[in-house]
């Protein structure tokens, strides 16, 4: 079955600007994760997202926003870009919340910021 | 709180010789426990997670760790490096408190593999 994706896989935006990321889950998975990656702070918890409803939300600034559709898939917003935003951006799907049997990643969006 | 601390940033061996990654979690309760391996320019993969079962879990491409609560390890082992294992392995740790199993990682092992 297919993985989960996402896209775009690489992206380069101007400081202020706004961007978008999508997430299609594994087929089923209800549940989506959302994570930046960085060198210097590691893998850092942005979103989770059940049944078009956000669970739980890290701690990131407002500027960071998202959603969930019907269809499972999810989006993830910034707005007002800075460049400590340039990260990679990972999404993972699990059947449901609950990370007891752990999750599938997607590749990620390399978010660049100039 | 969860916290997971993986020691040493970067671990350097041979092909053939055995692989020992080194992960200690902090919890206040019975953990559930990760290793996920990322390769360049992908997500994360999970290697084995530890679900309170049994204590040596065994997972994909040979790798294996052990719960040991009494010194809160889950260390990663191979027997035998390949070339193909040189990738940045992860650990997590997820025990449910507050009623939210996000987990938290640690910051990563560089597995270097030298033929």
């Known amino acids: 079955k297919a993985g989960v994706t996402q896209t775009p896989r690489y992206l380069i935006k101007t400081r202020g600007q706004q961007v978008t990321l999508s997430c299609s889950p594994i087929?089923?998975?209800?549940?989506v994760s959302w994570y930046q990656q960085t060198p210097g702070q590691g893998l850092q918890f942005l979103f989770e997202y059940f049944s078009e409803t956000q669970r739980n939300k890290g701690n990131f600034p407002g500027r960071f926003s998202g959603r969930q559709f019907s269809n499972s898939r999810s989006e993830m917003n910034v707005s007002t870009l800075e460049l400590g935003d340039s990260a990679l951006y990972l999404c993972?799907?699990?059947?449901?919340?609950?990370?007891?049997?752990?999750?599938?990643f997607g590749s990620g969006t390399r978010l660049t910021v100039v | 709180a969860q916290s997971v601390t993986q020691l040493g940033s970067h671990v350097s061996v041979s092909e053939g010789a055995l692989v020992l990654l080194r992960c200690n979690y902090s919890s206040s309760v019975p953990p559930y426990l990760f290793w996920y391996v990322q390769y360049p320019n992908q997500g994360l993969q999970l290697l084995l997670k530890?679900?309170?079962?049994?204590?040596l879990v065994k997972g994909i491409n040979g790798f294996e760790a052990e719960f040991k609560k009494s010194e809160t390890s889950f260390h990663l082992t191979k027997p035998s490096a390949h070339m193909s294992d040189a990738a940045e392995y992860f650990c997590?740790?997820?025990?449910?408190?507050?009623?939210?199993?996000?987990?938290?990682f640690g910051r990563g092992t560089s597995l270097i593999v030298h033929p």
């Open positions: 997590a740790v997820s025990d449910g408190t507050g009623g939210s199993y996000i987990p938290t």
């Open positions: 530890y679900t309170s079962a049994a204590t």
């Open positions: 993972a799907s699990s059947l449901v919340p609950g990370i007891r049997d752990g999750y599938t």
């Open positions: 087929s089923g998975h209800r549940s």
